[in-house]
C-alpha cells in the first residue's frame, strides 16, 4: 500500500558529499516520523537521523555537524544531506517512515514502512 523509493546513494571520494532521497507514495493520509538507518550485512541497523512531522531531529553522535535530515511534507519525501563524508560511513541507507493510511474520514495506522536501500561508498 506505500512504497518508499530512494535514491542518491554512489560512491564518493573521502570529504566528499551525497545527498540521499526518498519518496513515499500510497494510500497515504499523513506521515510522522521519517528517518535514515544503515545497515551492513552481519551487524545491526543503526539509526542515521530521524525528523518528524513538526520538523525536530535526532542524529547519531557519529554523523552530526556533518550530515542533516530535511522533509517536504507536500512531496512526502525526506532528504539526507552528507558532507565531509568518512570511509566508515559506507554502508547501505535505508530510509524509513511511519505512515498513516486512508483518509480523513477512515484512518489507519501509523504503520512503518522500509526503503529498498540505496548504497553509499566512500573510498580513495
Known amino acids: 500500500q506505500v512504497q518508499l523509493v530512494e535514491s542518491g546513494g554512489g560512491v564518493v571520494q573521502p570529504g566528499g558529499s551525497l545527498r540521499l532521497s526518498c519518496a513515499a507514495s500510497?494510500?497515504?493520509?499523513?506521515?510522522?516520523?521519517m528517518g535514515w538507518y544503515r545497515h551492513a550485512p552481519g551487524k545491526q541497523r543503526d539509526l542515521v537521523a530521524t525528523?518528524?512531522?513538526?520538523?525536530?531531529?535526532n542524529y547519531a553522535d557519529s554523523v552530526k555537524g556533518r550530515f542533516t535530515i530535511s522533509r517536504d511534507n507536500a512531496k512526502n519525501t525526506v532528504y539526507l544531506q552528507m558532507n565531509s563524508l568518512k570511509p566508515e560511513n559506507t554502508d547501505v541507507y535505508y530510509c524509513?517512515?511511519?505512515?498513516?493510511?486512508?483518509?480523513?474520514?477512515?484512518?489507519?495506522?501509523?504503520?512503518?514502512?522500509w526503503g529498498q536501500g540505496t548504497q553509499v561508498t566512500v573510498s580513495s
Open positions: 524509513n517512515a511511519h505512515v498513516v493510511l486512508g483518509t480523513f474520514w477512515f484512518k489507519r495506522g501509523p504503520f512503518e514502512y
Open positions: 500510497g494510500n497515504i493520509f499523513s506521515i510522522n516520523d
Open positions: 525528523i518528524a512531522s513538526g520538523g525536530s531531529t
